[in-house]
């Protein structure tokens, strides 16, 4: 029985660990791209992809962070500010995680705490801001904007 908490206890600790690791990639990523008006080349990191995988695999406690840090570096580009349409695709993505489209449950306060925040640093009112992309997109699939 000590094996299965050491066990757990050594798993805990690789998933803290690659969470933290993630969160300094992110932040890395962002500052060497995005702050200095840099792309994120698609081939590369495809950020919608890599969220919508997470979502899938059940892998968004410790990606959504990632996502979050690298974009938080939208604050000091003076490209990649609203309307760029790379920035509202990603972060409309984010927001439907935020929402909990498609799922049973809200995300977890964590996840949800660091959405928030990147909004706020972003100065983007989702509800507001978001709003034409999230309608157009349910025009597209002929479900009511409402």
């Given at each position: 029985?000590?094996?299965?908490?050491?066990?757990?206890?050594?798993?805990?600790?690789?998933?803290?660990?690659?969470?933290?690791?993630?969160?300094?990639?992110g932040q890395w990523i962002g500052s060497i791209t995005l702050a200095v008006?840099?792309?994120?080349?698609?081939?590369?990191?495809?950020?919608?992809?890599?969220?919508?995988?997470?979502?899938?695999?059940?892998?968004?406690?410790?990606?959504?962070?990632?996502?979050?840090?690298?974009?938080?570096?939208?604050c000091e580009s003076r490209v990649f500010r609203l309307p760029n349409p790379?920035?509202?695709?990603?972060?409309?993505?984010?927001?439907?995680?935020?929402?909990?489209?498609?799922?049973?449950?809200?995300?977890?306060?964590?996840?949800?705490?660091?959405?928030?925040?990147?909004?706020?640093?972003?100065?983007?009112?989702?509800?507001?801001?978001?709003?034409?992309?999230?309608?157009?997109?349910?025009?597209?699939?002929?479900?009511n904007p409402e």
């Amino acid at each position: 029985s000590s094996s299965s908490s050491s066990s757990s206890s050594s798993s805990s600790d690789s998933y803290r660990i690659l969470s933290s690791v993630l969160l300094t990639l992110g932040q890395w990523i962002g500052s060497i791209t995005l702050a200095v008006d840099r792309p994120i080349w698609l081939r590369l990191i495809d950020l919608k992809r890599v969220l919508s995988n997470a979502k899938q695999q059940g892998n968004l406690d410790a990606v959504v962070p990632f996502v979050v840090e690298i974009l938080s570096a939208c604050c000091e580009s003076r490209v990649f500010r609203l309307p760029n349409p790379w920035l509202l695709a990603v972060l409309r993505a984010v927001y439907c995680i935020r929402r909990g489209d498609g799922e049973r449950a809200a995300p977890p306060q964590l996840q949800a705490f660091a959405i928030d925040i990147l909004f706020r640093k972003l100065g983007i009112d989702p509800k507001k801001d978001l709003a034409d992309v999230v309608s157009t997109e349910k025009n597209a699939t002929g479900a009511n904007p409402e």
